[in-house]
């Protein structure tokens, strides 16, 4: 035989071999807490802090205060929320007014960005930007914004003036949507934002006290408008509705009235369904419905609910003292799947 095709042969025998063994080697884990859940569990309002549980997703590893066993120091008191820009996680301390950054599959602490802030709330990152709801001293109707980080430096480079209660902040590509929550309750609108000039485009009109937001398949923002429910400081029952705004017009579509009593304080868009709940019930619909279910599909406490690859997590706080849980349902067949002890006062569940 030729030397020279042996040669060649050898060669490109151990390139293809090298290349399909390349190809079939399985993803690494990108650190301790990757293929998993995190917890955002809020802590006590006074002199607490939040911490976060980590959950694998065969249930087979579990974590608890992972950022401060990482660290060794504590996230601050009401951990609000979580963001994610790549691999980083920016964890907001409401009452602290801080925000950690650190590897979201590590917990190593990257940074801390603790100044211009005032009660911040949630963050969602555009244009290579980050955005922070802050509620301000809540005495005042004057005093709320969006803070705009720099993330290449997590420094906070200015801050975007708007109405009282800026809560959720969802991006749209360049676009962003604040929903106001109104502080303590009085907000009815959603203000949009161009994330490229940092400038409010526009404020829409929406429904009583407009909280989660959504974007379905078909790029329209959904709104959950909570409303106000009959108490004695509150003693006539304003209705809350799930609205619709076409981004491409920033206008609003079509409004869906809840009906009376029904005021969710979860909102979760997935798989063409949207969920809502109530302290004690998860409900489901089609998101072309035009009516809301009356019957709901899972009946347990109910703090806060997330989807993800057909499964419902739904977070109980208990009675605020004790750890809260977390429980896990199948999404198809609304069953019970798994539960688990977590911290105090479970929020928002974040997928890794």
Known sequence: MNFKKVVFFVAISGFLFASCSKDNEPDLPKGDYDNGILVANEGAFSGGTGTVNFISNDY???????????????????????????????????????????????????????????????????????????????????????????????????????????????????????????????????????????????????????????????????????????????????????????????????TIDFASEFHPNSMVFNNGNIYLSTSSKVFKMPASSKTVPTSEIISTPVYGISVNENKIYVTDAKDYKVNGSLKIFDATTNTELKEFTVGLIPGKVYFN
């Open 60 to 254: 087979s590893i579990t974590g608890e205060n992972i950022f401060q066993k990482t660290n060794n120091e504590n996230i601050g008191t009401i951990l609000q929320s979580i963001g994610f820009n790549n691999d980083d996680a920016y964890l907001i301390a409401n009452v602290g007014n801080k925000i950690s950054v650190a590897n979201r599959y590590t917990m190593k602490k990257v940074t801390e960005i603790t100044g211009d802030l005032s009660n911040p709330r949630y963050i969602a990152f555009a244009n290579g930007k980050g955005f922070v709801t802050n509620w301000g001293d809540g005495s005042d109707n004057t005093d709320d914004f969006v803070a705009v980080i720099d993330v290449a430096t997590n420094t906070i480079s200015s801050k975007i003036s708007v109405a009282e209660g800026p809560e959720q902040i969802i991006a749209n590509g360049n676009t962003l949507y604040v929903s106001h929550k109104g502080g303590f309750g009085s907000g009815s609108t959603v203000t949009v934002i161009d994330a490229s000039t940092n400038t409010i485009i526009k404020t829409i009109a929406v429904g009583s006290v407009p909280d989660e937001m959504a974007l379905d398949n078909n790029g329209n923002l959904l709104v959950s408008c909570e409303g106000k429910a009959k108490t004695s400081w509150n003693p006539t029952e304003i209705l809350g509705s799930l609205v619709t705004i076409n981004t491409a017009s920033n206008t609003k579509t079509a």
